[in-house]
T-cell receptor, first 112, second 114 residues
Framework: SQQGEEDPQALSIQEGENATMNCSYK?????LQWYRQNSGRGLVHLIL?????REKHSGRLRVTLDTSKKSSSLLITASRAADTASYFC????????????FGAGTILRVKS | DTGVSQNPRHKITKRGQNVTFRCDPI?????LYWYRQTLGQGPEFLTY????????KSRLLSDRFSAERPKGSFSTLEIQRTEQGDSAMYLC????????????FGDGTRLSIL
């Protein structure tokens, strides 16, 4: 079963705009990770945020985590056409060892 | 820099045939994972190994599925008597045993059952 839910399911923006994707999850976590997947390819790891962290940055990416609301957001600033992809959040659940539990993803399209 | 390698990239087979996929993880990674992804969905966990030991299996892994990692390096995933519902992308990932480290994914094997 899927643990997380991403919102929105799909997002279409113009190049240069910011894109925000949200993720909600159901149970206590050790960490939350964001991955990107280009069509027909594997997943590329973007950012890992631990349960005791609230915000993390990597280049044009900013991730926040609110454990009280069981939610996270991924912000991509100054988007580029190359950012077009599916974005997934995944959690490591405290009671389920090391497997990642993914949401259904957000499809991002950046128009040039 | 050698990432996770999966072969073949695509496999087309007739229903009822057996198929085997291979995954070569990043060399220093002890843990190896298999996931399955259907269209429009996120990956779902199938099984994982630490070295050669298979430590967890999902209920998704029916008795037609078997995974091995005989020497703690590469892994194979075999599906026997394939069914239409087995059509999916099969993804392999690897990681270290250090906590709070990401899993690194291969490009997957896309299986199509005719």
């Amino acid at each position: 079963s899927q643990q997380g839910e991403e919102d929105p399911q799909a997002l279409s923006i113009q190049e240069g705009e910011n894109a925000t994707m949200n993720c909600s999850y159901k149970t206590s976590i050790n960490n939350l990770q964001w991955y990107r997947q280009n069509s027909g390819r594997g997943l590329v790891h973007l950012i890992l945020i631990r349960s005791n962290e609230r915000e993390k940055h990597s280049g044009r990416l900013r991730v926040t985590l609110d454990t009280s609301k069981k939610s996270s957001s991924l912000l991509i600033t100054a988007s580029r056409a190359a950012d077009t992809a599916s974005y997934f959040c995944a959690t490591i659940l405290m009671e389920y060892g090391n497997k990642l539990v993914f949401g259904a993803g957000t499809i991002l399209r950046v128009k040039s | 820099d050698t990432g996770v390698s999966q072969n073949p990239r695509h496999k087309i087979t007739k229903r009822g045939q057996n198929v085997t996929f291979r995954c070569d993880p990043i060399s220093e990674h002890n843990r190896l994972y298999w996931y399955r992804q259907t269209l429009g969905q996120g990956p779902e966990f199938l099984t994982y190994f630490q070295n050669e030991a298979q430590l967890e299996k999902s209920r998704l892994l029916s008795d037609r599925f078997s995974a091995e990692r005989p020497k703690g390096s590469f892994s194979t995933l075999e599906i026997q008597r394939t069914e239409q519902g087995d059509s999916a992308m099969y993804l392999c990932a690897s990681s270290t045993t250090i906590s709070n480290q990401p899993q690194h994914f291969g490009d997957g094997t896309r299986l199509s059952i005719l």
